[in-house]
């Protein structure tokens, strides 16, 4: 596991290839929504194609305020609430 994105808004866990499990055997990422207090987890093929959108996001040297609202057009499958344990 391997935090790639933490601002005020969100943060961006990736967890890598585990070819055992299949939720994550092309990795998987957790974004969080900070001020939403969710989260949700994307494997499979959704976790390839966003780790290329985000290759392609990186590529263009976004501001912060950019990749805050790359992240926000996954706010509509953040379902799970955040629970501190």
Known sequence: MNMIYNSEQY???E???DRELEAL???GFEIVDKAGRRE???GGRLAQ???????NLI???????EIDD??????VIMSQP????
């Open 25 to 27: 055997r092309f990795g």
């Open 59 to 65: 590529a263009s040297e976004p501001t912060m305020e």
């Open 70 to 75: 790359f992240l926000g057009s996954y706010d």
């Open 49 to 55: 194609s966003f780790r290329r959108d985000v290759n």
């Open 40 to 42: 949700a987890f994307i």
């Open 82 to 85: 955040v629970v501190l344990h």
């Open 11 to 13: 943060s961006v866990v």
């Open 15 to 17: 967890f890598g290839v």
